[in-house]
C-alpha cells in the first residue's frame, strides 16, 4: 500500500461550501464566458490584422465598440468566477497518487494547461486594459495564442467531465453552496457594474474600476497614446499631407479646410474596452482618394516614430468607400487637440481605436 507524505496527511480540506454540484455549475458559467471572449477575442484580433481576402464589413458602425466591450468587460467579470471554481477544486491537486495510469496523466496536464492558461489570460488581460506590462513579450500575440490553447485545453476538459456535469447540475444545491455560488455571481455582476460604463457611457459614472472613463481627457475624450509618447510635435505651417500611389496630390492645412467638409457622428473604440462616441469634422475619405479603382487599399501613415506599432493602418475597399470614414479636422466643433491627432487624423466606424491612425501626414492608393 502506498502510504501519503506527512503532508499530504496534515492537508484537510473540510469546507461544505465544495461540492462536484458547484464545481459543475461554475464550469458551465466559466465555458460560456470563455467562448464569448474567444470569439469576441478573434474578431478584435482579424479586424486588426485581417488576411488579404478578407474585407470586414464598415456596418454597423457600433458593432466593434459592443464586441470589444463584452470582450474586456466579460474578461474582467470572469476572474471571480474563476477563482471560485479554483477554490472549489484545488483540493484535487492533492490527489494521491498523483498519477494513477498514462490516461490520467494525461488528463491532469491538459488541466495544468487549463488552469495556467486561464490564469494567464485573464491576469495579462487585467494588467493590459490597466497599460501595466511588467513583461517582455508583447501582449497581443501571447494572448492571441495562448487563447487556442486554453479553448483547446477547455474542450478536452469538458469532453472528460460532462457526464458529472449532466449528473450533478439538476439536483438542487444545499442552501451553503447556494449561497456560495450567488456570491461568486454577484462578484462578477458587481465587476460588470462598475466597469460597463467605459462603454455604456450613460454608465459612465459608475465606472469606478475602469482604467479609462470616456468622458475624460482633452476635448472630453480619452487619449491613450500621447503626443510626447509618440514623438509628435505641433505642426507648422510647413505640413502637407501627401496623396501618393494610383492617386497623387498634396495638401496644406489651409488647402484641407477648403475642401468639402463634413460632420459624422462616430465612437472610438479602444481595443482596451473603453469607447466614446463625438461628433469628427472632416474629408471623406473617398472625396480624398477619387479616382482611385473600387478594389483599392489605402494606407494612412502616421508621423510618429516609426517604431509605433500601428503607425500604418490599412483601409480596405468598404471602409475607405464608406461616406463616414473621414481625414478628420475637427471634434465636437473644435480644431483636434494636438493629443487627438492635430492637425489630421483617421476616423471610420466599426474599427479599432488602435487603427484610427492619429497626426496623418501620408495616404497611399494601391
Given at each position: 500500500?502506498?502510504?501519503?507524505?506527512?503532508?499530504?496527511?496534515?492537508?484537510?480540506?473540510?469546507?461544505?461550501?465544495?461540492?462536484?454540484?458547484?464545481?459543475?455549475?461554475?464550469?458551465?458559467?466559466?465555458?460560456?464566458?470563455?467562448?464569448?471572449?474567444?470569439?469576441?477575442?478573434?474578431?478584435?484580433?482579424?479586424?486588426?490584422?485581417?488576411?488579404?481576402?478578407?474585407?470586414?464589413?464598415?456596418?454597423?458602425?457600433?458593432?466593434?465598440?459592443?464586441?470589444?466591450?463584452?470582450?474586456?468587460?466579460?474578461?474582467?467579470?470572469?476572474?471571480?468566477?474563476?477563482?471560485?471554481?479554483?477554490?472549489?477544486?484545488?483540493?484535487?491537486?492533492?490527489?494521491?497518487?498523483?498519477?494513477?495510469?498514462?490516461?490520467?496523466?494525461?488528463?491532469?496536464?491538459?488541466?495544468?494547461?487549463?488552469?495556467?492558461?486561464?490564469?494567464?489570460?485573464?491576469?495579462?488581460?487585467?494588467?493590459?486594459?490597466?497599460?501595466?506590462?511588467?513583461?517582455?513579450?508583447?501582449?497581443?500575440?501571447?494572448?492571441?495564442?495562448?487563447?487556442?490553447?486554453?479553448?483547446?485545453?477547455?474542450?478536452?476538459?469538458?469532453?472528460?467531465?460532462?457526464?458529472?456535469?449532466?449528473?450533478?447540475?439538476?439536483?438542487?444545491?444545499?442552501?451553503?453552496?447556494?449561497?456560495?455560488?450567488?456570491?461568486?455571481?454577484?462578484?462578477?455582476?458587481?465587476?460588470?457594474?462598475?466597469?460597463?460604463?467605459?462603454?455604456?457611457?450613460?454608465?459612465?459614472?459608475?465606472?469606478?474600476?475602469?482604467?479609462?472613463?470616456?468622458?475624460?481627457?482633452?476635448?472630453?475624450?480619452?487619449?491613450?497614446?500621447?503626443?510626447?509618447?509618440?514623438?509628435?510635435?505641433?505642426?507648422?505651417?510647413?505640413?502637407?499631407?501627401?496623396?501618393?500611389?494610383?492617386?497623387?496630390?498634396?495638401?496644406?492645412?489651409?488647402?484641407?479646410?477648403?475642401?468639402?467638409?463634413?460632420?459624422?457622428?462616430?465612437?472610438?473604440?479602444?481595443?482596451?474596452?473603453?469607447?466614446?462616441?463625438?461628433?469628427?469634422?472632416?474629408?471623406?475619405?473617398?472625396?480624398?482618394?477619387?479616382?482611385?479603382?473600387?478594389?483599392?487599399?489605402?494606407?494612412?501613415?502616421?508621423?510618429?516614430?516609426?517604431?509605433?506599432?500601428y503607425r500604418v493602418s490599412e483601409l480596405r475597399p468598404p471602409h475607405w468607400n464608406?461616406?463616414?470614414?473621414?481625414?478628420?479636422?475637427?471634434?465636437?466643433?473644435?480644431?483636434?487637440?494636438?493629443?487627438?491627432?492635430?492637425?489630421?487624423?483617421?476616423?471610420?466606424?466599426?474599427?479599432?481605436?488602435?487603427?484610427?491612425?492619429?497626426?496623418?501626414?501620408?495616404?497611399?492608393?494601391?
Amino acid at each position: 500500500m502506498v502510504r501519503k507524505p506527512a503532508l499530504m496527511e496534515k492537508v484537510a480540506f473540510t469546507s461544505t461550501l465544495r461540492s462536484e454540484g458547484v464545481a459543475a455549475r461554475l464550469g458551465v458559467l466559466l465555458g460560456i464566458s470563455f467562448t464569448v471572449a474567444l470569439v469576441t477575442g478573434l474578431f478584435s484580433h482579424f479586424l486588426q490584422h485581417p488576411p488579404p481576402w478578407l474585407n470586414w464589413p464598415s456596418r454597423p458602425v457600433w458593432l466593434y465598440r459592443v464586441t470589444q466591450g463584452v470582450h474586456v468587460i466579460g474578461g474582467l467579470a470572469t476572474i471571480p468566477l474563476l477563482l471560485a471554481k479554483l477554490w472549489t477544486v484545488y483540493p484535487k491537486l492533492w490527489q494521491w497518487p498523483p498519477l494513477r495510469s498514462a490516461a490520467h496523466a494525461a488528463e491532469r496536464a491538459f488541466v495544468l494547461l487549463l488552469v495556467a492558461g486561464s490564469l494567464f489570460q485573464l491576469f495579462t488581460g487585467l494588467l493590459n486594459v490597466a497599460y501595466t506590462y511588467p513583461w517582455s513579450f508583447f501582449f497581443t500575440t501571447a494572448h492571441y495564442w495562448t487563447a487556442f490553447i486554453v479553448y483547446g485545453a477547455l474542450i478536452i476538459h469538458v469532453a472528460t467531465e460532462w457526464s458529472k456535469v449532466r449528473r450533478s447540475v439538476p439536483v438542487p444545491l444545499e442552501p451553503d453552496r447556494r449561497r456560495f455560488l450567488l456570491t461568486a455571481g454577484a462578484a462578477s455582476g458587481l465587476t460588470v457594474l462598475l466597469t460597463v460604463g467605459e462603454t455604456f457611457t450613460p454608465l459612465k459614472r459608475l465606472a469606478v474600476l475602469a482604467p479609462r472613463n470616456p468622458g475624460i481627457g482633452p476635448q472630453g475624450l480619452p487619449v491613450n497614446r500621447t503626443a510626447e509618447e509618440a514623438g509628435v510635435g505641433p505642426a507648422g505651417a510647413e505640413y502637407r499631407l501627401v496623396v501618393d500611389g494610383t492617386v497623387r496630390a498634396e495638401y496644406s492645412y489651409e488647402e484641407l479646410l477648403r475642401l468639402p467638409q463634413h460632420t459624422v457622428e462616430l465612437p472610438i473604440s479602444c481595443v482596451e474596452g473603453w469607447s466614446a462616441s463625438a461628433h469628427w469634422t472632416g474629408v471623406r475619405m473617398r472625396d480624398l482618394v477619387a479616382g482611385a479603382a473600387p478594389d483599392a487599399v489605402v494606407t494612412v501613415e502616421s508621423s510618429e516614430r516609426p517604431s509605433g506599432a500601428y503607425r500604418v493602418s490599412e483601409l480596405r475597399p468598404p471602409h475607405w468607400n464608406d461616406p463616414l470614414t473621414l481625414l478628420a479636422l475637427r471634434v465636437n466643433g473644435e480644431t483636434l487637440h494636438l493629443e487627438h491627432g492635430y492637425p489630421a487624423r483617421l476616423i471610420a466606424p466599426n474599427r479599432p481605436g488602435v487603427m484610427q491612425t492619429k497626426w496623418v501626414k501620408r495616404v497611399t492608393v494601391s
